[in-house]
């Protein structure tokens, strides 16, 4: 490539950027001593759509997963829309494991759908493989051999918002293992990226 076509781009980039940094906008209430000692994070999100449902429960307490591969906007939504709904009946639980396509470090971004009046609990297993997502890392005995939540929590109890989106995880993964936890409730996710 030609460097004397390439170098106008380069600068203006460069001139950007240091306009980005230097304008980012703090809250009123900050004093320049205050904002003096304030980190602009130069990281950006991006939402990935998870590619296939890798497993649900052999039960099929899970209905409509295919929602769930779906682009989504991060907004919950009034009115009527695909959704994906957990079910738990009886002393079941039931659960399903999404592939995001690619090993990747990030987490997740959930949201339920209205049908929701109340909280729900949910356990979120993030992993490299599909059998990672099936280990145990919460209470495991000393010495087992296991995944572990030592360097990032893969493994964890997470209650959702009846009706709204919530941001979690901070980790590899390529896998995502979802187990609604409460009994007799269902679940409705609108999506999952």
């Given at each position: 490539m030609?460097?004397?076509?390439?170098?106008?781009?380069?600068?203006?980039?460069?001139?950007?950027?240091?306009?980005?940094?230097?304008?980012t906008?703090?809250?009123p209430?900050?004093?320049?001593?205050?904002?003096?000692?304030?980190?602009?994070?130069?990281?950006?999100?991006?939402?990935l759509?998870?590619?296939?449902i890798?497993?649900?429960?052999?039960d099929?307490?899970?209905?409509?997963?295919?929602?769930?591969l779906?682009?989504g906007?991060?907004?919950a939504?009034?009115?009527?829309?695909d959704?994906?709904?957990i079910?738990?009946?009886?002393?079941?639980?039931?659960?399903?494991?999404?592939?995001?396509?690619?090993?990747?470090?990030?987490?997740?971004?959930?949201?339920?759908?209205q049908?929701?009046?109340?909280?729900?609990?949910?356990?979120?297993?993030?992993?490299?493989?599909?059998?990672?997502?099936?280990?145990?890392?919460?209470?495991?005995p000393?010495?087992?051999?296991s995944?572990?939540?030592?360097?990032a929590?893969?493994?964890?109890?997470?209650?959702?918002?009846g009706?709204?989106?919530?941001?979690?995880?901070?980790?590899?993964?390529?896998?995502?293992?979802?187990?609604?936890?409460?009994?007799?409730?269902?679940?409705?996710?609108?999506?999952?990226?």
């Open positions: 030609n460097i004397r076509r390439l170098m106008p781009s380069v600068c203006i980039f460069l001139c950007m950027l240091s306009f980005y940094k230097g304008n906008q703090l809250p209430s900050y004093s320049k001593g205050m904002a003096s000692g304030a980190n602009v994070d130069p990281l950006k999100r991006v939402y759509t998870p590619q296939r890798v497993w649900k429960s052999t099929s307490g899970v209905v409509k997963p295919e929602a769930l779906k682009k906007t991060g907004q939504f009034f009115g009527q829309q959704v994906c709904r079910i738990n009946k009886g002393g079941v639980t039931s659960g399903l494991i999404l592939d995001f396509g690619k090993e990747i470090h990030g987490g997740l971004q959930i949201t339920t759908a049908s929701n009046n109340v909280t729900r609990k949910v356990r979120i297993r993030f992993g490299e493989s599909v059998s990672e997502t099936f280990s145990e890392c919460m209470d495991v000393k010495g087992k051999d995944s572990t939540n030592h360097h929590m893969r493994d964890f109890e997470l209650t959702l918002p009706y709204g989106t919530i941001d979690i995880g901070n980790t590899g993964f390529r896998f995502v293992r979802i187990d609604l936890l409460d009994s007799n409730v269902f679940v409705a996710l609108k999506e999952i990226r």
